[in-house]
Structures are given as C-alpha cells and as structure tokens.
C-alpha cells in the first residue's frame, strides 16, 4: 500500500464510507502478506516510494503469480526482473494487465506510464552483446519514472562511436556504463562526465575474463573519479540508483 492508497483508504473512514473494522482490515496486511513460500512487503512503498521488486529466476510460476496477485492489489508498475517469455506467460494468465520487454527480461505489471519523466540517465553499453543487462537497466529506470538515452555498441574498441555522443554525456544526470571483457568503457565514461557514473560489469568475454570478474575489478580499480559499481550483471541494480540520484538531483532543481 503506497501513500496514495493510505491517504485514500484514511479520507473514506473520515467520510464515513469505510468502517473502521474494514479500515483495520485492510490496515493488518500494511508491513507484509504471509503466502507460506514469500513475505510480501506491502510497506516498501510506504518506506521508498517503490513497491517491492520481484527477483524471477529461482522461483516457479505459481510463486510468481502469487506474489505477483499480492502486490498487483496495491501497486502499479509492478516489476518483474530476470523473467522468460514462460513467465511472462504466468504472469499474464494471472494479470492480463501486463507487457514484457523481451530484451530487458523485465515483466511490468500494470504498467501505468509517469505523469513527467524527471531528469536524464544515459545508458551506455560497451558492445551489443551487454544489450541485455543495458536494457535491464534502462527498462527499470524507464518504469521508475526517468527520462532515459540510450547510447549502445560505443566500446573504447571504437572510440569515436562514445564520443560523437558527447553532448548526451555531459548533459546527463548520472550514467550507467555497461560493459564486459576488459570493462574499459567505465574509466573512460567517468573521464569525460561530470555526474555520478555507475558501472556495470557484464559476464561477456572470453575465458581469462572468468564471467565478468575481470571486467568488475577493471572498473573498481578505475582511475576516473566519481565511478561507482554494482555487480555483474546487475542492471536492475544499476537502474535503480541511477533513478535515486535522477530523481533527487530533478526534486533539487529549480523549475
């Protein structure tokens, strides 16, 4: 239950249109929803201002469809992450109210597009094979409520396919560099931008770069100032901070 809905559910016991045992009610499933195999914590909203995210891989479909019905009774833009065109399925048999972005592998339920898209993210990827984890991000921030420019296949193999895209980059809020094999991508961003850069190290490469774990140490040893990194292949992640410092460098902003 967001704030929104509290606010609601408080004015119709006011008015006199909810008894307070409704009211009550209602109220008892505020900190979680106990569905035997989840928690579902419809007080993350109250907390961030985003309802809680549903993590797919690991879980079967009817898990999902459970958590998903749970939240889907207080929340829109539901998201769904690490989900395949089988969940999606689920998902869509349980709530018709639903779209899929196949790249991202991202399910949003109820997808209810943002009054005014705040800010700028750019995300930029070091090569088309990281487009996956690229769209993760960009879909999540998308859904958040930013404003996002995506900037694809532009690695330090080719400089200048990065930098003909300069004005993006220094007029972004915070960006989000996506790459794997050697993880380059990150310093060089945070040598050209003056905003937070988050890095993404992704599992693409060959056999010395051990599934990203060369690409993640390249850009926490990165010699660019202001480069921060979440995990390998955590897009989601990346998306998600990138929407925080957005959305409080947008709220600071004078109109």
Known sequence: MDQIHLKSLLEKVQSGDLDIESAVFALKKLPFEALGYARVDHHRALRTGIPEVIFCQG??????????????????????????????????????????????????????????????????????????????AAVTAEVLGNRVTRIYDAGVAGLHRLLVNCDDLFNANVIVAVAGMEGALASVVGGLASCPVIGVPTSVGYGASFGGIAALLAMLNSCASGVSVVNIDNGFGAGFQASLINRRISDLSPS
């Open 59 to 136: 879980k079967t479909i009817l898990q999902i469809q459970g958590i998903v019905t749970a939240i889907a009774a207080h929340h829109d833009n539901i998201l769904a992450t690490r989900a395949s065109h089988e969940v999606y399925e689920g998902v869509k048999s349980a709530i018709p109210d639903c779209e899929y972005h196949e790249a991202a592998r991202i399910v949003v339920v109820k997808p209810r597009p943002p009054v005014e898209r705040k800010g700028g993210i750019v995300v930029v990827s070091g090569g088309t094979s990281d487009l996956p984890v690229a769209e993760e």
